[in-house]
Structures are given as C-alpha cells and as structure tokens.
C-alpha cells in the first residue's frame, strides 16, 4: 500500500508563501487521483486542491483558487501545494490523499499532516 508523508509546513506572515510536498513510497502514484484536505483546531477537515492520476486537470477550493497551484511529479512520486498570498485563516494541518473525485477522498485514511500558521 501506498504512504505519504507530508512536509513543508510552517510559520509565515500573512501575505507570505510555502510550498508544501507529499512524497509517496511503497507504491507510485502515477495513477491516482489526488489532493490535499486542511483541518483547523475545533473545525472539520476540508478540501483545498486535487489533480488527475495525468495532471491533465486541477480543482480548488473557492477559498484558495488563485493562490494555490497544486502539481504532481511522476519521477519524484511526490505532489506538491504552492501556497501564495497566505491569510490567517488558512492556519490548519495539510494532509495529502488519494481522490475519488475532484474534491472526495477515495477512503478515510489520514496520516500526520504537516502545520502551516499564517500569523496576522
């Protein structure tokens, strides 16, 4: 089975930027649908971004659509999150899964995450 691990996260300003990266092992990902969920302190998980098993096609959160560029390298196993322009309100934990469908998870498994804190 496939795991993920998260990394990339931390503290920035608001206005400020990070990239954060899911690197996969024990299988490739080449042929899954993925994406990135965020979960805040007291909230519930929500869906930020997902690309196609091809990187043909992305979808986005309203929230983050314009700020945030999800991408995928086959050769590297891994999936990316550029985050530009970050408000507080994006503070959360970051997970990477397996997609179902644009913004579904294809089952309800979640590894550490990594932290990302925009301060104001």
């Known amino acids: 089975q496939v795991q993920l691990a998260e990394s990339g996260g931390g503290l920035v300003q608001a206005g400020g930027s990070l990239r954060l990266s899911c690197a996969a092992s024990?299988?490739?990902?080449?042929?899954?649908?993925m994406g990135w969920f965020r979960q805040a302190p007291g909230k519930e998980r929500e869906f930020v971004a997902s690309i196609t098993w091809n990187g043909r096609s992305t979808y986005y959160a309203d929230s983050v659509k314009g700020r945030f560029t999800i991408s995928r390298s086959s050769a590297e196993n891994t999936v990316y999150l550029q985050m530009n322009s970050l408000k507080p309100e994006d503070t959360a934990i970051y997970f990477c899964?397996?997609?179902?469908?644009?913004?579904?998870?294809?089952?309800?498994?979640w590894g550490q995450g990594t932290q990302v804190t925009v301060s104001s």
């Open positions: 024990g299988r490739t990902i080449n042929m899954l649908f």
């Open positions: 899964t397996p997609m179902a469908g644009s913004s579904t998870p294809s089952k309800n498994y």
